[in-house]
């Protein structure tokens, strides 16, 4: 009956990576607490929804007319984190990582009334041989280096490319080129999964001293086969193509850092948290693809070793070709924010941030928010 116990002691004083014959186990993530007072101007924003969480530009409440404004204080540790790696030596010049990871935002289970129970979500779960990647990771269109940093779970949601996807990747050296998972949103139909070949992506990292700059392009298939009034009498059978690009990078001025993003194109659902639609059914019954702009700009400046402050500014802007009358067609975003880290793994922050979100009719409103933190890396 001592035996238990001794293992237990034993799996607790475990290393984060141990050997076993010819693969080493690691993991790893980081423990996360926010909480934030957040001011919406056109309207109230329900507690299941994700925009009480973290900034989701299309998640902030408009209106054309007088709409009393709500306030709401949360705290949550869902952006919480584990992962699990491993690397094997296949004895012939060869290796295979995996890696998978999990959080618990977008949680379908729990509330808040007693035990705050959230399921966990996958977020990557990939394998890696040679120059070969096979599974769910973000999407090789997405800079991930050029995320600046924010209290929030990504802060420049507005203007950034956003995505984690099933696809196979071929990477060598700066050059990556993939074949990853479709999905087309359309405005008045919704999500749909009609496409018949996946999103092809290929991009160019490029680095120059401790500057990285990222040149990428997108080719889709828009697709949806829908019944519009269930009855069988206005079947929608349509398709057509999409094309965008991304160009992203970091300079550094001394210890500081200026991180940028510009994409445009047929790419609504990679940007912005998917707030724009992808495509809209025009009134001759055609699939009209949506031309997205999104952007964003962050400047982090260290004030000593253990202090730093990030501004940054992030926008997107939709065009429907005037065929949609309730989707978003502008967001734009600003934030800026003060981080203390006492020890390298260990941050507190504090942000305020402001955000304004237009539908194509006219309806808008505000957020502003202030954000607290505390982070450890583990």
Request: glycine share 8%; no cysteine.
């Amino acid at each position: 009956m001592r035996l238990f116990p001794s293992l237990l002691l034993a799996t607790a004083a475990l290393p984060l990576a141990v050997q076993a014959a010819n693969t080493e186990f690691s993991y790893g993530g980081y423990i996360k607490f926010d909480a934030m007072m957040s001011t919406y101007s056109d309207g109230d924003v329900g507690s299941a929804s994700l925009a009480r969480d973290f900034y989701v530009p299309s998640g902030t409440p408009v209106s054309t007319g007088d709409v009393d404004e709500t306030s709401h204080f949360d705290m949550h540790a869902k952006t919480s984190r584990f992962n699990f790696k491993t690397n094997t030596d296949l004895g012939n010049g060869h290796s295979v990582m995996t890696f998978v990871e999990a959080d618990f935002l977008g949680s379908t289970q729990g509330n808040e009334v007693v035990s705050n129970s959230y399921s966990p979500r996958l977020r990557h779960a990939f394998v890696r041989t040679g120059a070969w990647t096979f599974g769910q990771t973000w999407s090789t269109f997405m800079n991930v280096g050029a995320l600046p940093e924010t209290v929030d779970f990504l802060g420049v949601s507005d203007g950034t490319v956003f995505a984690r996807q099933a696809q196979v990747r071929y990477t060598r050296g700066g050059l990556q080129v993939a074949l990853e998972n479709p999905e087309t949103n359309v405005a008045g139909v919704g999500a749909t999964d009609d496409a018949g070949m996946p999103d092809i992506v290929a991009r160019y990292n490029i680095s120059a001293g401790d500057h990285a700059f990222s040149v990428a392009a997108i080719a889709r298939q828009l697709a949806v086969v829908a019944d519009l009034d269930d009855d069988g009498d206005n079947e929608l059978d349509e398709s057509t193509t999409g094309v965008g690009f991304n160009v992203s990078g970091k300079v550094m001025i001394g210890k500081d850092d200026l991180k940028f993003s510009y994409t445009q194109g047929n790419v609504a659902r990679y940007v912005g948290l998917a707030a724009a639609a992808d495509a809209a059914i025009s009134t001759n019954g055609d699939l009209e693809a949506t031309d997205v702009s999104a952007a964003f700009i962050g400047f982090r400046h260290h004030w000593s070793d253990q202090l730093r402050s990030t501004i940054a500014y992030s926008m997107l802007e939709a065009d429907y070709d005037d065929v949609v009358a309730n989707d978003t067609e502008k967001a734009t975003s600003w934030r800026v924010n003060l981080m203390y880290s006492p020890v390298k793994k260990m941050t507190y922050g504090v942000e305020y941030s402001q955000a304004t979100h237009e539908n194509v009719n006219g309806a808008e409103g505000d957020l502003s928010r202030i954000h607290f933190t505390t982070k450890y890396v583990f």
